[in-house]
T-cell receptor, first 115, second 112 residues
Framework: GAVVSQHPSRVICKSGTSVKIECRSLDFQATTMFWYRQFPKQSLMLMAT?????????EQGVEKDKFLINHASLTLSTLTVTSAHPEDSSFYIC???????????FGQGTRLTVV | AQSVTQPDIHITVSEGASLELRCNYSYGATPYLFWYVQSPGQGLQLLLK??????LVQGIKGFEAEFKRSQSSFNLRKPSVHWSDAAEYFC??????????FGTGTSLTVIP
């Protein structure tokens, strides 16, 4: 099956700093990738759709200036949490699909802790 | 709008007993339905998926699920639970652009 790799798997940062999370499709090209957020013991919530070569589409309630998404190539999308605060601590996970209307392949997730 | 409901937040079963996790969905067209499992601190592992065809789908680890359009349900079943099945289970429906909408999850505890 297709492989999506996410890096880093864990990151701890100080409050006020920015953190970048990478999502790569290793063996296929993805014009669209998705970013999800999961709070402890809760479900995954779609944050935004990352579109290669154009602006990301954010779900209602997600601050686009705090969660910057860049999809500069067909195999890489990045999520930057800017000016992170403790409430941004969460599990972030990305997904991508090699074909439309099929299953998505998920990255391993990134555990962000802001101290 | 798409939505997924998992009525059971937490289920406890004895090892060797049968299991059924409930999932109801709301979707305007023919849904693509999925069950994922997540162990603590880990990513998602696909158990099975339904796109079309046979409404009873088989997945990995002995799991199966049945799509019932009339009930808007996609319940997950396993005839005999193993201790290693303890985890969080998520039902999901995908939209036309491959974005996923997840249920709130069901936490499974297996007792010896």
């Amino acid at each position: 099956g297709a492989v999506v790799s996410q890096h880093p798997s864990r990151v701890i940062c100080k409050s006020g700093t920015s953190v970048k999370i990478e999502c790569r499709s290793l063996d296929f090209q993805a014009t669209t990738m998705f970013w999800y957020r999961q709070f402890p013991k809760q479900s995954l919530m779609l944050m935004a759709t990352s579109n290669e070569g154009s602006k990301a589409t954010y779900e209602q309630g997600v601050e686009k200036d705090k969660f910057l998404i860049n999809h500069a190539s067909l195999t890489l999308s990045t999520l930057t949490v800017t000016s992170a605060h403790p409430e941004d601590s969460s599990f972030y996970i990305c997904s991508a699909s090699p074909w439309p209307n099929t299953e998505a392949f998920f990255g391993q997730g990134t555990r962000l802790t802001v101290v | 709008a798409q939505s997924v409901t998992q009525p059971d937040i937490h289920i406890t079963v004895s090892e060797g007993a049968s299991l059924e996790l409930r999932c109801n969905y709301s979707y305007g067209a023919t849904p693509y339905l999925f069950w994922y499992v997540q162990s603590p601190g880990q990513g998602l592992q696909l158990l099975l998926k339904y796109f079309s065809g046979d409404t009873l789908v088989q997945g990995i680890k002995g799991f199966e699920a049945e799509f019932k359009r009339s009930q808007s349900s996609f319940n997950l079943r396993k005839p005999s639970v193993h201790w290693s099945d303890a985890a969080e289970y998520f039902c999901a429906v995908s939209g036309p652009g491959n974005q996923f909408y997840f249920g709130t999850g069901t936490s499974l505890t297996v007792i010896p």
